[in-house]
């Protein structure tokens, strides 16, 4: 091993000791590296560009060489990484030369018991059928948690679990469940001849890494519709944008029919974020949690994707919660500080800190 290479693995040990997210070199810029979501300059030296094409070599293949060079990025993950822990590599060009953008994953599966996440997020892992959307922006956790849910599943319930990733993340090994894990660009071009092949699966579970199209959401709520438990991520911000976006990612002619399908299978939206906490010991999720109900999934069908929220302030009693409410439990705990709370959100103006008797200051 070349000492470069050496050089990039130490990097990699080094991020993830200081309990980084993501590691960033190439170019002529030091590396650098996310912590607690913000940035920070590594204490190292530029990788220069013949040490990334040969730490990428070793860890994408040849095949995602060529797509770096015909298309300008590549994917790729290493899950029995030797630095410790597995992580996901998306490589891209930047000012002639090659970027690397590493995101360190954890080192075991996650446990949903430990994410802090509402109690009837878990309950999820009991449906036997319908539609579950986890969003967010990019670093929300929105894969962490999901995977978190296929575990709980895998440990609690007898399923047959089809899992489709670009690329796989977490590799589950079958305990109470049989579980197949397949990866685009390896076992299959895309997400919808993925999804359109599971169906001669017998599956119960169907996890998706990410909707990114109209073919994959197509395939996606019709095998909700057939009966199967189908849970994916999508980069929206709320339930309500969730819900436009896919409506509007087909044709005019098609939402209505689109919203009747959505009604007709969403079992709940989960929003996330993650907040750095008040101890400097990582981050709390933080979380805007929708259930399909009745009345949610008449709003749908309707088009008034607009009255969501309403129904989401007036849900408590069934486990629905705002981002803000949420915001302001975890303030109120000491667990995260007000300022960064309100960071959170698009509406900083709803959360608030509170006194020992509960009213606010």
Do not use: W
């Not at 939206?269 to 981050?283: F, H, K, Q």
């Not at 008449?298 to 915001?327: D, F």
């Amino acid at each position: 091993m070349s000492l470069q290479a050496v050089r990039i693995q130490e990097l990699i040990r080094a991020a993830r000791g200081r309990g980084a997210t993501d590691l960033h070199f190439g170019g002529a810029e030091r590396p650098a590296l996310r912590v607690n979501g913000r940035l920070l300059l590594a204490d190292a030296l530029p990788i220069d560009q013949p040490a990334v094409r040969a730490f990428l070599s070793a860890s994408v293949g040849a095949d995602q060489l060529a797509a770096l060079d015909e298309r300008g990025t590549a994917d790729g993950a290493e899950l029995r990484a030797h630095d410790g822990g597995p992580y996901r590599i998306h490589a891209y060009r930047h000012a002639g030369g090659v970027r690397v953008a590493i995101r360190l994953l954890a080192e075991r599966l996650p446990v949903f018991e430990s994410l802090g996440l509402p109690a009837v997020v878990g309950s999820f892992a009991r449906l036997r059928a319908g539609l579950i959307l986890f969003t967010g922006p990019t670093g929300s956790g929105k894969t962490t948690a999901l995977a978190a849910l296929i575990d709980r599943i895998n440990r609690t319930c007898e399923r047959i679990v089809c899992t489709v990733e670009d690329p796989i993340e977490y590799l589950h090994a079958p305990q109470r469940s049989l579980l197949t894990h397949c990866e685009i660009g390896r076992d299959v071009r895309d997400y919808a001849e993925a999804l359109r092949g599971f169906m001669r699966a017998d599956p119960d579970v169907i996890l998706i890494g990410e909707m990114r199209d109209r073919p994959t959401m197509e395939a996606a709520l019709s095998a909700a519709e057939t009966g199967h438990l189908v849970c994916a991520t999508l980069h929206t911000n709320d339930a309500a944008q969730t819900v436009d976006r896919i409506v509007d990612a087909f044709s005019p002619q098609a939402h209505d029919q689109v919203r009747g399908q959505l009604a007709a299978t969403l079992a709940g939206i989960v929003s996330l974020r993650l907040v750095p906490r008040r101890d400097g010991l990582g981050r709390c999720a933080a979380a805007e949690v929708l259930i399909g109900t009745d009345a949610v999934h008449a709003l749908i069908r309707e088009g008034k994707t607009h009255q969501l929220r309403n129904t989401i302030v007036t849900g408590r009693a069934v486990g629905m919660q705002t981002l803000e409410s949420h915001l302001c439990e975890l303030v109120m705990r000491g667990e995260v500080t007000l300022e960064d709370a309100q960071a959170a959100t698009s509406r900083p103006g709803e959360v608030r800190a509170f006194d020992r008797t509960g009213n606010t200051r």
